[in-house]
């Protein structure tokens, strides 16, 4: 069929509450034009993130009433950890309440002074959580994934010649590869099988870790299925467990492809790193077997680690987010091409072509939608990107200014996402009214969560 339906049916629903223009403008005024300063109550479609904002099954509703919370031990801290086995094959597992913990304690463990890390694209708690230990974070992206209008299968990839020269002239500096599946701040766009093999092989022949940031990797491995040559019979399980294959662990936040509201995990195969790990942990997290999670938390994700690795669920998933993608694509919004796993990413710079880079157009774009449909997205350009240089004070901006509409899994239906593109297509319409905005408050890391606005 042509269709591609829900593989689930709707059990339990939750009101949206309707709001006008002039309600959203006075919320606006008073969040300084940041929409992680609204209210969730006072928002019609929420794809601000993916990120712990999923419905649960009833088979997690059900987990969760068996969860075990003994503080050491619990026989849902021992389910959580097979199924982490099972995809990764990792052999310490070390449970976090979320993925940014799980970063916190790698960096940690591994700094040391003049450190450097390199990656396909850093994410931005990965970036905060390397630059607050003192170290640098480089990103090495393909030049296909720095053009939104550009098409490439694998858009994720990480800059295999870059890499190499930056591993050679780096040297003992370079305390991990870290390749992110899929590159969220690129688009969420997927990582080639190949890709990940070439990167892995470059580290170890410099004696450099190999680690992935796995928090999209079943999407990524359906990317797989559906675009790398040979790989299209293979199960999806096995993809995934092929992208985890020879790494030297995994950071994950369960809050995207665990399906699950909160929580995490760090997982190694060297014994002191994983020492180093758990002591910290129980320093910052809790107790091994809990790491920051209650037991029905573990027994929620455990489930949705195999929930997740259902294909009709990805065909689902992936077609969700393309069908979004191509409804603005024909009305002519400039967008990163193809559609990523999790979400469709708006180029504000093209979309807003008068507004520089320093007047924020990601941010006045985010903004402009909510005001015009209660729709909020999240800015992915120079306020979340972006610095201030010491010296002289001047912007410094990344690559691309884009907004990010993440569709939470299993949670819009197809007349919502029918509303969304109907709210980006007005604003686009009257693109050429909208104006850039000046920071007035931001704080020294992940800036973009408490800044403030106003008008230029």
Not at 211 to 218: E, Q
Not at 245 to 257: N, P, R, V, Y
Not at 288 to 309: H, K, M, N, S
Not at 445 to 455: C, D, E, S, W, Y
């Amino acid at each position: 069929m042509k269709t591609i339906i829900e593989p689930f049916k709707i059990k339990s629903v939750e009101p949206i509450r309707m709001t006008t223009r002039a309600e959203r403008a006075l919320h606006l005024a008073e969040a300084g034009q940041n929409l992680f300063l609204i209210r969730a109550e006072d928002v019609l479609i929420d794809l601000l993130t993916d990120s712990g904002t999923s419905s649960m099954s009833a088979e997690q509703w059900a987990g969760i009433m068996r969860g075990d919370e003994s503080y050491a031990g619990s026989r849902s801290f021992f389910r959580f950890e097979e199924e982490v086995r099972r995809i990764t094959g990792f052999k310490h597992v070390i449970p976090t309440h979320q993925g940014r913990a799980a970063e916190k304690i790698l960096f940690t463990i591994l700094h040391r002074e003049g450190a450097v890390y390199l990656g396909n694209t850093h994410f931005d708690t990965t970036r905060a959580n390397i630059e607050f230990a003192g170290a640098e974070a480089i990103d090495l992206p393909i030049p296909e994934g720095t053009v939104p209008s550009t098409y490439h299968p694998f858009k994720g990839n990480i800059d295999l010649g870059r890499l190499e020269q930056e591993l050679a002239a780096r040297g003992s500096a370079v305390r991990a590869v870290i390749v992110t599946v899929t590159n969220n701040s690129g688009g969420g766009q997927p990582v080639s099988l190949e890709n990940l093999h070439a990167a892995r092989d470059l580290a170890h022949r410099s004696g450099t870790l190999f680690i992935v940031d796995s928090c999209r990797f079943a999407e990524n491995a359906y990317f797989v299925k559906r675009r790398e040559p040979g790989q299209s019979e293979r199960p999806v399980l096995d993809i995934a467990q092929e992208i985890f294959a020879g790494a030297d662990g995994t950071t994950m936040s369960a809050k995207k492809d665990g399906l699950a509201n909160i929580g995490g995990f760090l997982a190694l195969n060297d014994d002191e790193l994983a020492r180093q790990a758990r002591n910290l942990l129980i320093l910052t997290e809790g107790f091994p077997t809990y790491g920051g999670l209650a037991g029905r938390d573990l027994e929620a994700i455990a489930q949705g680690l195999r929930e997740v690795l259902d294909e009709s669920y990805l065909l689902y998933r992936l077609r969700s987010v393309e069908y979004l993608e191509e409804k603005l694509q024909r009305n002519g919004v400039p967008m990163i091409i193809p559609a990523g796993g999790h979400a469709v990413y708006l180029d504000a710079g093209a979309f807003l072509p008068h507004i520089p880079p320093e007047q924020f157009p990601g941010q006045v774009l985010a903004a402009e939608l909510y005001l015009e449909g209660g729709v909020r997205g999240v800015e992915i350009g120079s306020v979340m990107f972006g610095k201030r240089d010491p010296k002289t004070g001047a912007h410094v901006g990344p690559r691309m200014e884009l907004v990010r509409l993440a569709i939470p899994r299993r949670v819009y239906t197809q007349s919502h996402i029918d509303y969304v593109a109907e709210v980006v297509l007005q604003v686009f319409a009257r693109r050429a009214e909208l104006s850039g905005l000046r920071m007035t408050y931001e704080a020294p890391f992940l800036r973009h969560f408490t800044a403030r606005f106003a008008a230029v």
